[in-house]
């Protein structure tokens, strides 16, 4: 007959496979082997996580689509749908509209981009990064103003298509003076830092 524990909290969460015959780890009396779809509260019990509601359809009910939240403040959280050459927004349970029509910025992601895209965000401005593609910026003004934007490096890390020839100062330990080494071509792409001319 199979022996039956009570379990009082499981503060641990979910136990890593190591852990398992652990019965010496402090943690291994308050941890599960799995939680699916369970919250765990900080007093120790856990429940049913909530579920989600459907909003709207995508623009595109054939194509794929990637969710992205962008949280302002407490007050101003969005929910952001990339597709296809166009983001979405959402926000206060709804689609945010402006003139009867969702409101939506053209971008220049396909389908196939959507998996690569990487975000971060500061404050009002999500910094958006995709393979072959130059950094973007989506910077919120207000509830229904957006500006998608490319990034302005100021200086660098790119450098013109042509060839930039730079002298190189080398310091000379026995002398403790500076001397001029000879000319070199630095070609584009192999240089992350501005060169100043000669």
Not at 80 to 95: D, K, N, V
Not at 133 to 146: A, E
Request: some cysteine; glycine content about 8%.
């Amino acid at each position: 007959m199979p022996i039956q524990f009570m379990k009082g909290a499981f503060t641990a969460g979910e136990l890593s496979p190591y852990l398992y015959a652990r019965v010496d780890f402090a943690k291994y009396h308050s941890g599960a082997k799995e939680l699916t779809n369970m919250l765990v509260h900080p007093q120790g019990g856990i429940s049913n996580r909530p579920g989600t509601k459907l909003v709207t359809e995508a623009k595109y009910p054939d194509k794929k689509a990637r969710l992205v939240p962008f949280v302002f403040d407490r007050s101003n959280t969005y929910m952001l749908e990339f597709g296809a050459g166009y983001i979405r927004f959402m926000a206060e349970g709804g689609q945010i509209t402006a003139g009867g029509e969702p409101y939506e910025l053209e971008t220049d992601y396909a389908e196939e981009d959507l998996k690569y895209i990487r975000f971060v965000q500061s404050s009002d401005t999500l910094f958006i990064f995709c393979r072959d593609k130059r950094p973007m910026r989506l910077i919120r003004y207000g509830h229904t103003s957006w500006q998608f934007q490319p990034f302005p490096f100021r200086l660098g890390p790119f450098l013109s298509d042509k060839k930039v020839d730079c002298k190189v100062m080398v310091e000379l330990s026995s002398t403790g003076g500076r001397k001029p080494a000879a000319r070199h071509t630095v070609r584009p792409g192999y240089m992350f830092l501005p060169c100043r001319p000669a």
